[in-house]
């Protein structure tokens, strides 16, 4: 059996390994001014996260069209694909995943929409690792018992250079609470499940590094890694240096999708691994 894959642009999958691996990428919208950018090709990141502090109103984001998710299983079944599995976002945390499922419906049982939890490579790595897998001729069950297993074990923390961004975006419950004076410090976040978890904040972007390592260090041998940022490259290459040892197969290091980025704000860093035998 042949299974095809779809994600989107927020699972941050780098267009060279989606390529390889055959993965089907639907883009999201990101909306300035009253304008629609297709999420990583009609605005670049770093010209996103430059102008990012300046945008008023504040840019919001968009999912993909129901339309958009069914011409990439149509192309999929079309190419020979039996089976397409299309894994996104939490339903928490964005629309993507409900514009994914009505899609599917259009193909009965031959697309599975699979919510991931995760997002950036939290999502992506969980597609790589299936898309992989089935390459090497893994069926069905086994694809779906893989994803529920880097499921359980992947995780994805962050440094956020303020809480402004994701106390306006309203996506998360916490942040937007009133926080007062937390929106001078530098937030520790979680998410896994679908959940953002607040850890704590720091008083200083290097107490918050120390800590970010820290939670990395924690997780113990790793199957897979990435550095993320969100236009603090310089910081984040010095981060992958240091950290890249601690993972046999290469890192990715990977300034964060703008679909992502407006709800985090820039200066960001992040990591998300996959751990061996971790749940």
């Not at 968009?62 to 958009?68: C, I, Y």
């Not at 529920?148 to 309203?170: F, K, N, P």
């Not at 601690?246 to 999708?257: E, G, I, R, S, Y």
Request: proline share 5%; no cysteine; net charge negative.
């Amino acid at each position: 059996m042949k299974i095809g894959f779809v994600t989107d642009s927020t699972a941050d999958i780098p267009t060279a390994l989606a390529g390889q691996h055959g993965i089907e990428i639907v883009p999201a919208l990101v909306n300035i001014s009253g304008h629609s950018y297709t999420d990583g090709i009609e605005i670049s990141r770093e010209e996103f996260y430059i102008r990012l502090p300046d945008l008023n109103p504040p840019p919001t984001t968009s999912s993909p069209s129901v339309g958009s998710f069914q011409d990439r299983y149509e192309k999929l079944l079309r190419a020979g694909a039996d089976f397409v599995i299309s894994l996104h976002p939490p339903n928490e945390l964005s629309g993507i995943f409900n514009a994914a499922r009505l899609a599917a419906e259009a193909f009965g049982q031959r697309v599975r929409v699979l919510d991931s939890g995760q997002i950036s490579l939290g999502l992506g790595f969980q597609v790589i690792l299936a898309a992989e897998a089935a390459a090497h001729g893994a069926i069905l069950d086994e694809v779906t018992a893989l994803l529920d297993s880097v499921h359980q074990r992947v995780r994805l923390v962050a440094l956020l250079d303020t809480m402004e961004y994701i106390h306006r975006s309203g996506r998360v419950s916490w942040a937007v609470a009133k926080i007062g004076g937390i929106l001078r410090l530098h937030p520790l976040i979680e998410l896994r499940y679908g959940i953002v978890q607040r850890l704590g904040q720091a008083r200083t972007r290097l107490q918050g590094i120390e800590r970010l390592v820290e939670g990395l260090n924690s997780w113990g041998p790793l199957e897979r890694l990435a550095v993320l940022h969100t236009n603090a490259e310089s910081t984040a290459r010095q981060l992958f240096d240091e950290m890249k040892s601690k993972v046999t197969d290469q890192p990715l290091l990977v300034n964060v999708t703008t679909a992502i980025g407006t709800h985090v704000g820039p200066n960001g860093l992040g990591f998300v691994g996959v751990p061996i035998g971790f749940s």
